[in-house]
């Protein structure tokens, strides 16, 4: 982007926002005419307060701005702060400090914790160059993607540049002057000339935006004009000031739909043109009243070519506002192609025009027949994603000790490039998995946590959506000893197989089958996952015999699989079911018997001839020695088998390598052993190249 004489651009992460870039500065080398457009929000945040009263106003520097926290209904500590940041940055950069406007975004209601700013201000200052990019990252919040661009003209045969870097998003209405907007520009220009065109321009363009009808407390335009171009100083009426104003507002015209277009869950930019209106005030509300209907805009989301909607909001307007308009006199045109006229519905082909809506901009012009003003407003759809922002946002926001603000959620926090990138490697492996069966025991802290439960509930349903079938064994050991202690019986455990006598296996059953598989079928079918849940005892899925262990001890009602049902597994999933599978196995005579998870994942993954198999466990993966050894991110069968023989792999973890050892043996290729207490960690395995956990591989 071409950056204006004199002008230097920074953009740093300092903290107010986990791993991003939330703190932008933008200096100009000389003092600079300055203008601004604040909202009329009663609520403004401090820095509106601070600033609004000090522009239009000659000798400006710097302009700050942070997004992560809006310094807005804060308490009189929010002016103190405003105070403590224009101090900090007149010091770094050796100027005055009513030289530095302030502006901030982000979460309303916290106060903003100013040390955090100071500190990075070094870094800052220091990176000051031609980063308007950076800067423009630094801003924004709920934006997908920065915005910026400039224009260029010739004033007095000097050529001039203006530039700008803005967000928007959310909470985007005409009456509050905007989004946040940083306008830079070379042309001299003077105070009140600057503030006048400003003032005019936004009303075209970013008065003219609306995404979802709500007032901000925090938008403000800043313009800053430091007169490096060279140009006759602009102090009145006349060419120059004309072709700098049809810059300016081409530039804020740009930046107001690239706001409309990049609105919260917004999948298409609306232009609404309406003419032949009584007066200009009547085309503006009836352009915006349109462009911020939510009728209209789920209809545009659907796209669906209602005018009716459209002409009732004219005719709502014009009713409670008084505006002399006739809405049967008028003509509607939807992406050019008229659905209305000559005073009743016209003709035309539904499914072209359909086709045309799903484009990624909707032009709708409203022709009245009752007089000739007109004016040109944009807005968005309102989708499914705009509630689901809004509902989240507040939920997803928690504040750290340190003053600073975080989201819960982890993808949240990336940059939307590396989410494209993930989204893009996400793809590759969907269709390349797609048919496949992945079996997946689930056991451990994963089984017990409600937010992991829900995730892993999540992981599964997701891997159905995307083609996969998924196959779950659970254990629920942890489950099991709960029960046990409240009928005031213990657990034994040899080598991490349980003792299971003759009393506690109807207990073990109950559990297993009667409860953990029961809960699991639940959270899956709340989300129409189409999961069933079977014990080995159904339909003999898993014939099993007795087994002593090594030791020559004996573990009781424990089993080992003889043989899987393959039939009946594959009857399921032919007919898109989840299997749940609780280990519990039948004898001969058919009796029960209770067997470790990791079998009977690893015998059903055999029998069904998948290629993976996924352990969820409470540990990082399969690690060098335990508890501090290194993670073993790969290895063999063979290496495998040497940890074990050399006492490196014991207990639990010890009878899920001889599980994993006869899987691959069996024909699986691969064998997953993943941290089940990190949320979502399935996925991120199955989807992404950064492989997470343990691979075995023959
Ligand atoms: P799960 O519920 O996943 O079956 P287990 O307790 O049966 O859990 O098995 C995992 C346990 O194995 C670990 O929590 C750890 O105590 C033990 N373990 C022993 N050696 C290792 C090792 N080398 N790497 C990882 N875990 C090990
Ligand atoms: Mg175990």
């Known amino acids: 982007m071409k950056i204006p004489k004199g002008f230097r651009y920074a953009g740093v992460p300092c903290g107010l926002k986990p791993n991003r870039r939330d703190l932008a500065l933008v200096v100009s080398d000389v003092p600079a005419a300055a203008a601004g457009v604040f909202t009329v929000n009663r609520a403004a945040a401090a820095p509106i307060v601070d600033a609004r009263d000090r522009v239009p106003a000659e000798g400006m520097r710097a302009i700050l701005a942070n997004s992560g926290n809006a310094n807005a209904l804060t308490g009189p500590g929010g002016l103190d702060d405003v105070s403590v940041l224009r101090g900090a940055v007149a010091d770094a950069l050796g100027i005055q400090k009513r030289a530095v406007l302030t502006a901030s975004t982000g979460v309303i209601g916290a106060r903003l914790p100013a040390m955090k700013v ?9 990176q000051l160059g031609d980063h308007a990019e950076l800067a423009a990252e630094a801003i924004m919040t709920t934006d997908t993607r920065p915005k910026m661009s400039a224009r260029e003209v010739v004033l007095g045969g000097k050529s001039a540049t203006l530039s700008a870097i803005c967000k928007g998003s959310g909470m985007v209405a005409p009456q509050l002057a905007t989004v946040m907007c940083l306008v830079a520009t070379d042309a001299a220009v003077t105070p009140k000339v600057l503030q006048e065109a400003l ?10 935006v609306t995404v979802d009808g709500e007032m901000s407390t925090n938008d403000c335009v800043l313009l800053l004009a430091n007169g490096l171009a060279g140009n006759a100083r602009i102090a009145e009426p006349g060419p120059d000031l004309e072709i ?7 530039l804020c015209g740009e930046m107001s739909r690239a706001v409309a277009a990049d609105g919260e869950g917004a999948t298409k930019l609306l232009e609404v043109v309406v003419t032949g209106a009584p007066g200009p005030e009547a ?6 009243s349109i462009a911020s209907s939510p009728l209209v805009k789920s209809a545009l989301f659907g796209a669906d070519p209602n005018w009716g ?27 050019g192609v008229r659905v209305y006229g000559g005073g009743g519905p016209v003709e035309f082909d539904r499914d072209a025009l359909q086709m045309r809506l799903r484009e990624p901009r909707v032009d709708l012009l409203v022709e009245l027949a009752d007089g000739d003003a007109r004016a040109t407003a944009w807005g968005c759809d309102l989708s499914y994603d705009y509630v689901k922002i809004n509902a989240d946002y507040a939920s997803m926001i928690v504040q750290r000790p340190d003053g600073g603000v975080a989201k819960e959620e982890h993808v949240a926090k990336y940059s939307p490039a590396f989410k494209r990138t993930l989204l893009a490697e996400a793809l590759k492996y969907i269709a390349a998995f797609s048919g496949q069966v992945a079996v997946i025991k689930y056991g451990g ?13 999540e992981d599964v349903t997701l891997l159905k959506r995307v083609g996969l079938k998924p196959v779950v064994v659970h254990g629920g050991a942890l489950e099991i000893n709960k029960t046990l202690e409240r009928l005031g019986e213990r657990s034994e455990f040899v080598d991490g197989l349980r003792v299971t006598d003759a009393t506690s296996l109807p207990v073990v059953e109950m559990v297993l089958t009667g409860k953990v598989n029961q809960e699991l079928v639940a959270l899956l079918n709340a989300r129409d996952a189409g999961a069933v849940g079977v014990s080995g005892k159904d339909g003999r899925l898993l014939k099993a015999r007795k087994i002593q262990h090594e030791s020559g001890r004996d573990l009781g009602q424990v089993g080992e699989v003889v043989e899987v049902n393959r039939d009946f597994l594959r009857m399921l999933l032919k007919s898109s079911y989840i299997p749940v599978i609780s280990p519990i196995g039948i004898t001969e005579d058919g009796g029960g018997l209770s067997i470790n998870a990791d079998d009977v994942a690893a015998a059903v993954a055999v029998a069904l001839g998948a290629k993976k198999l996924i352990y969820l466990t409470d540990v990082p993966g399969i690690l060098e020695s335990f508890p501090d050894g290194e993670l073993v991110r790969q290895q063999t069968t063979a290496d495998l088998l040497r940890r074990v023989a050399a006492g490196a792999v014991t207990g639990g973890m010890k009878y899920k390598a001889q599980a994993i050892v006869r899987a691959l043996e069996g024909g699986v290729e691969r064998v997953h052993v993943l941290d089940g207490r990190v949320p979502h960690t399935v996925i991120a395995e199955l989807f992404t190249d950064r492989g997470v956990g343990s691979l075995v591989y023959r």
């Open 309 to 335: 909607r459209i002409l009732a909001t004219v005719g709502a307007r014009a009713g409670s506002r008084g505006w002399p308009i006739d809405p049967y006199k008028a003509k509607v045109a939807l992406q």
């Open 244 to 250: 700098f104003e049809a810059a300016l507002t081409d």
């Open 283 to 288: 085309a503006r509300d009836c352009a915006l």
């Open 445 to 457: 802290a994963a089984m017990v946590k409600d937010s992991l439960k829900e995730a892993f509930a």
């Open 199 to 208: 003032r005019r321009a936004v009303d075209r363009t970013f008065n003219m």
């Open 118 to 126: 100071v500190t990075a201000l070094p870094a800052l200052v220091e």
